[in-house]
């Protein structure tokens, strides 16, 4: 069973390659040069603040799209097109095997992000990749235990996942201050508000709020754990 998940690591990359990198990397560019162009339209000089700036206007545009283009079918897509009679026709573990795919597109993901700074640096202002790259680490594993668990349930998680997440963002804007049972019911909800804080404090300053991070990371766990519990004992097809 192990030399068959080492097996399919190797066609997870190779798939992570052929059906996301290319899109991620397209979405980064496209966003990049629509915030980037008109600056250097107007001739801006960048020094290091204002290369910061520009950073921290992008990277969560493109870290948030990029998450949902990488976390869309992570399992979904095997039960709908009928892939799962063919990956799991020699032993293997499907809860393993899912989750080595959620590993595995994590590493690409931050791959493809690394590639982006680099052209950051061409083309504005190099930065230092450290932060940049923790921030969109804890964007997909603050989305990816959510999302790995809609996409375990249901064969269409795309919309699922983008009602879930724009409902908790919205929700959590106007409700924020308010009391009773809306603020159980934003209480919750996937905690994703707090990203907005984690850019500043990660990108800008190299430091973090331990008790956000862990509420992200926390509550995403708890829904891959449950995902990971429903590819145990459902049928997969």
């Known amino acids: 069973m192990r030399e068959n998940l080492v097996r399919y690591l190797v066609w997870q990359m190779r798939d992570f390659a052929r059906e996301r990198a290319v899109a991620l990397l397209l979405i980064g560019l496209a966003i990049g040069f629509t915030t980037i162009a008109p600056f250097k339209a107007m001739q801006v000089s960048f020094d290091d603040v204002a290369a910061r700036r520009v950073l921290l206007i992008s990277l969560p545009q493109v870290a948030f799209i990029a998450a949902f283009v990488a976390f869309n079918g992570m399992i979904s897509s095997d039960r709908k097109m009928g892939y799962y009679r063919f990956l799991f026709s020699k032993p293997v573990s499907i809860p393993v095997f899912y989750a080595q795919r959620f590993v595995v597109y994590m590493v690409g993901f931050l791959a493809v992000f690394a590639l982006l700074l680099a052209v950051f640096g061409l083309v504005v202002k190099p930065v230092a990749p450290l932060g940049a790259l923790a921030y969109c680490a804890l964007v997909y594993l603050s989305l990816g235990g959510i ?89 997969i097809g």
């Open 147 to 235: 999302a790995f668990f809609i996409s375990s349930l249901f064969r269409h998680d795309w919309p699922i996942l983008a009602a879930v997440f724009l409902g908790s963002s919205i929700l959590h804007s106007i409700w924020d201050t308010r009391e009773g049972w809306r603020r159980m019911v934003i209480s919750v909800l996937p905690p994703l508000h707090k990203l907005n804080a984690a850019l500043g404090d990660i990108v800008s300053r190299g430091t973090v709020d331990t008790t956000a991070v862990m509420w992200l990371l926390g509550y995403s766990a708890f829904f891959f754990a449950a995902g990971l519990m429903v590819l145990r004992r459902r049928p």
